[in-house]
């Protein structure tokens, strides 16, 4: 405690040690990259692997639907451990099915523990939608940003069901929002099962099942729902994919 | 043959002389003081961040000339200036609705452009919550500029000028979303108008004339409940009672908000400059504003929740009605509207 307050008095002693905290890092930069710890999404659609375009499934109600486009923000993953650390990012990942690359997130950094719990934000938190232009996984360029009434798509399901009504019977989920009359953040947990946890924790495979998009609290009938672009309906949307994740591996 | 190839000769060194020429007209040239905010007296601090997005002459001179550059259309048509006419206070002079590419026609009234650091919404509607975003609806929207996002950035990219331009701005060639609304910015954040003969009246610098003082004094008792000083405007939404457009059908801000309360109110626009942004109100209705005057003063208010408090401009004498337009002319800023640093750079 005193030699922290020491210090915190000191300046100079504080540039001293920020330089030697710099020089640590640049040294040990290799050996925190092992500790990453990489997450993996597996996209479903019930028991099948979901397939863009070619695959064909079925919801609830029994209406045949394809899959054009998946995509969705995660952000704000929290790692809890059974000796009460915890482990936070604040980082935002944007998943697109269309891309591989972007179904492995690698979170920097996570200390070796017994972690029991994963949770994380589906959505993007309500600051960040009042942020002005932004670049990276939150860059408008990406096409999860609406233009006339701000504010990021948290997640897109797009397809074709012959029970859709709309032309050339597409269904368009773009569900966001993060304020009144819609707030569709989103934050999941999910435990993790700490008999299966070897230290430290390498990667967690998440499977996320488009299906449950269309299930439960609410059964979507593609025939009355087959568009949703704004505040309408969105908040039932979001429950419908706050169950979206589970914990399928962890090594 | 040899003469041809002289005249071509000369044709070009008097093109490259020309253009030399037009390159350094000091009309056009943009200085390190050029780009300094200075908050006028009497007005609030800024609501948009500038240390997020400090204003560098480069950075103002690349936006301007964006502003100005029908490149970011799909038609390579349609500039942001279309609509946003300087000697209107950026907005379309005598034009009820915005017109966009391939001569659509919009559903709003194109708003003036100034003091835009100080606004906490954007759109008649306020659905846009950042200055930085707002180019965005314009550039995209099919019946505006009907481009999209990543298609600007590969034309801009191709483009022989730009990417220098964002290098002497930003560092690199790289053209991003960020480089290309943050310059927009800077040359929107330094629109600011506060040097009316009302402003320099205040200061003791002008005299008012008898109606002009009475016109101030009504205003002030009668107007300035919504069109607050010196800003004149509180950025609220109010509904003032206009008579729904059964073709527009324009929901107003409940169209953001989804609540019925919000049915046709609107943000309550600044008067600033306001003789030179004709017609008036979010649909352009009003060629005039003694059409506006009348409105009030006649005191028929369509719709259920329209705001109490325009009812204290009911029955407004003709006399007063001209007093307080006498007024309002006086928040006309010629030093806004003649400012050099945003004039066109392409009129040579």
Redesign the interface.
Same mark, same amino acid.
């Given at each position: 405690m005193k030699s922290v307050f020491l210090i915190r008095s000191c300046k100079r002693t504080r540039q001293y040690f920020s330089a030697l905290v710099l020089l640590f890092c640049c040294f040990s930069a290799p050996i925190k990259a092992q500790s990453a710890l990489e997450i993996v999404l597996q996209h479903f659609a019930g028991n099948q692997a979901l397939r863009l375009d070619s695959g064909s499934y079925t919801n609830e109600l029994g209406q045949h639907f394809t899959v054009t486009k998946f995509k969705y923000y995660l952000s704000n993953f929290h790692l809890k451990s059974v000796d009460g650390k915890e482990y936070n990012s604040k980082e935002v990942f944007l998943i697109n099915e269309e891309e591989a690359s972007t179904k492995k997130i690698f979170l920097p950094d996570v200390p070796a523990g017994n972690y029991s719990s994963l949770s994380f934000t589906l959505g993007v938190d309500s600051i960040l #939608?009042? $942020?002005?232009?932004? $670049?990276g996984a939150l860059? !408008?360029?990406n096409g999860m940003?609406w +233009?006339? #009434? +701000?504010g990021y798509i948290f997640l897109k399901l797009e397809g074709k069901s012959p029970a859709s009504k709309s032309p050339a019977n597409m269904y368009e989920f773009h569900v966001g929002g993060y304020k $009144? !009359?819609?707030n569709c953040i989103r934050r999941i947990t999910l435990p993790l099962d700490q008999k299966s946890v070897k230290e430290p924790l390498r990667q967690i495979v998440l499977r996320a099942d488009v299906l449950e998009l269309f299930k439960s609290p609410e059964k979507v009938d593609l025939s009355v729902l087959s568009s949703v672009t704004d505040?309408?309906n969105a908040e039932m949307m979001a429950d419908n994919y706050s169950d979206m994740f589970s914990v399928l591996e962890i090594h | 043959m040899a003469r041809h190839l002289i005249v071509f000769f000369f044709l070009i060194i008097f093109t490259v002389l020309f253009a030399g020429f037009i390159q350094d007209n000091p009309y056009f040239e943009i200085h390190p003081e050029d780009v300094e905010l200075k908050i006028p007296k009497g007005f609030p601090e800024p609501l948009y961040d500038l240390k997020n997005n400090k204003i560098t002459v480069a950075g103002f001179t690349l936006g301007r000339k964006l502003f100005y550059d029908p490149i970011l259309s799909k038609d390579y048509f349609t500039s942001c200036a279309s609509c946003h006419q300087r000697f209107a206070a950026f907005a379309h002079i005598d034009h009820a609705l915005s017109h966009g590419m391939l001569g659509q026609i919009g559903k709003r009234n194109v708003p003036a452009l100034q003091n835009l650091i100080w606004k906490d919404a954007f759109m008649a509607d306020g659905g846009i919550n950042h200055l930085d975003l707002q180019p965005l609806a314009p550039l995209t929207s099919p019946i505006e500029m009907g481009e999209s996002l990543d298609t600007v950035l590969m034309k801009l990219q191709k483009d022989s000028i730009y990417p220098g331009l964002f290098k002497k701005a930003f560092g690199t060639t790289d053209i991003t979303s960020e480089r290309l609304l943050k310059s927009l910015s800077q040359f929107l954040a330094l629109m600011v108008s506060s040097n009316s003969r009302f402003d320099k009246y205040l200061e003791g610098k002008e005299t008012f004339s008898d109606q002009e003082t009475r016109g101030l004094n009504l205003f002030r008792t009668k107007c300035e409940n919504c069109h607050k000083e010196p800003l004149f405007t509180d950025n609220s939404y109010r509904n003032i009672g206009l008579k729904p457009d059964s073709a527009l059908k324009d929901s107003g801000r409940a169209a953001i908000t989804g609540k019925a309360e919000d049915y046709m109110r609107f943000k309550v626009p600044s008067l600033r400059n306001v003789e030179r942004t004709y017609p008036y109100m979010h649909d352009g209705r009003f060629r005039n504003l003694n059409e506006v005057m009348k409105h009030y003063a006649e005191g028929k208010f369509y719709t259920d929740n329209f705001d109490q408090s325009i009812q204290r401009a009911v029955g407004l004498t003709e006399q007063e009605q001209s007093d307080l337009i006498a007024f309002l002319k006086t928040l006309t800023d010629n030093t806004f509207l003649m400012d050099r640093r945003f004039a066109d750079p392409s009129m040579r």
């Open positions: #939608n009042c $942020s002005g232009i932004q $670049s860059d !408008p360029v940003f +233009t006339w #009434n +701000t $009144s !009359p819609a505040f309408h | -």
